[in-house]
């Protein structure tokens, strides 16, 4: 890791000032969402921009609260950590089963419609016709079973809008828009709490980072995409991914813009934007590769159907693999340039 954290913040002002700050804009984002949303009427599509917007929002409120959380009354942070993580995975669930959905359905689509010929399947029958006529049939049935999901989240979404939790909650970010319950260690200079406390996150993201099988990691589309292994290291990944947030927010926090330094200017650490990606993608692709294996263990279901759905889940955790590759290059580029190619194969 770089050291991104030291030297952000170096005046001597009360560490509370840029904490408030960022919490007050936060919660200040929130409830411009939540106006939106409330305008949005039957507009579905800028309902569903509000609620991105709200969850952001939460997001960053809550990873705040968890980081910097010596520099706040610690059973106010934990009362709202709790309520904000609830209303970011309500608001989110329709956006994350449609957005699945697509992702299956487009992926069968691509792996029906062309590309190089497969090896022939059992009984001399081409590959290519009993996956054009599984794809039809899995796509089918991934509908049947990923629509209701998003229905009952988009129901769970309407209710819990509707409910004295989401307003004791949107009470609480709207006194934060203005007043953030501070602790005493908040008065001590920025740079002597602060700055560690986003250390810390950076650290903690370090070495889950180091625990990755990052070697393994170093050719996309490889096989180990098709075992078991790869797998049984998703919940690392994702704990990365949440760490990386974490450590991301932080970062917002010391360099808070228009007058703060970019992420991508010298000074900050320039690989959090791609590196978030490769793993928002890694986590799309693994929670897809989930859905298509328990789409495959749907009883009766015909041979082409599985046959298709063991394609896409195929597909998909090769997707997984290839995310894998994409953070191993942006986060150890020199690794990856500088690596022997016997070394790589051989681990």
């Known amino acids: ?3 991104a954290v030291t030297g952000a913040v170096t005046g001597q002002g009360p ?12 919660a200040g984002g929130f409830l411009r969402g939540l106006r939106l949303h409330r305008e949005a009427g039957p507009d579905g599509d800028l309902a569903e ?3 991105r ?8 409120i809550g990873a705040t609260l968890h980081t910097f959380r010596p520099l706040l009354d610690a059973a106010w942070a934990d009362r709202l950590s709790t309520e904000l993580a609830w209303l970011s995975s309500t608001l989110g669930g329709e956006h994350t089963c449609a ?5 299956l359905l487009d992926a069968l ?3 029906a419609g062309g590309g190089p010929t497969p090896p022939r399947a059992e009984g001399g029958t081409p590959a290519t016709g009993t996956l054009a006529v599984g794809a039809a049939r899995a796509g ?5 079973q990923l629509t209701p999901a998003r229905t009952r989240a988009h129901s769970a979404a309407l209710q819990a809008l509707g409910s004295s939790r989401f307003h004791a909650v949107a009470d609480a970010v709207a006194l934060l828009a203005s007043e953030a319950p501070l602790a005493v260690a908040a008065a001590a200079p920025a740079a ?3 700055t560690p406390a986003a250390l810390a996150a950076e650290e903690r993201l370090a070495r889950a980072v180091a625990e990755l099988p990052l070697a393994r990691a170093a050719r996309p589309y490889n096989a180990e995409a098709l075992v078991q292994q790869s797998e049984s290291q998703d919940h690392p990944w994702h704990q990365v991914r949440r760490l990386l947030r974490l450590h991301r927010y932080a970062q917002e926090v010391l360099h808070p813009e228009p007058a703060g330094r970019p992420l991508d200017e010298p000074g900050g650490d320039a690989r959090l934007p791609g590196a978030g990606r490769a793993l928002d993608r890694h986590r799309d692709a693994a929670e897809a590769a989930a859905a298509a294996s328990a789409a495959a263990r749907t009883p009766r279901i015909a041979p082409a159907t599985a046959y298709a759905l063991g394609v896409l889940h195929a597909d998909q955790r090769h997707e997984v693999e290839a995310a894998r590759f994409a953070f191993q290059r942006i986060w150890q580029p020199v690794a990856v340039t500088t690596a022997p190619a016997a070394t790589t194969a051989a681990s």
């Not at 560490?15 to 936060?26: C, K, N």
């Not at 917007?53 to 960053?60: G, P, S, V």
């Not at 957005?99 to 992702?103: E, N, Q, T, V």
């Not at 089918?140 to 049947?144: E, G, I, P, S, W």
Request: hydrophobic fraction near 50%.
């Open 1 to 3: 890791m770089t050291g």
């Open 15 to 26: 560490a509370g000032e840029p904490l408030a700050h960022y919490l007050h804009a936060q």
């Open 49 to 51: 921009g509000a609620a």
């Open 53 to 60: 917007a709200m969850c952001a929002a939460t997001r960053r």
């Open 99 to 103: 957005a699945r959905l697509a992702r």
């Open 109 to 111: 689509h691509r792996l």
């Open 140 to 144: 089918a049935l991934l509908d049947r």
């Open 192 to 194: 002597e709490v602060l």
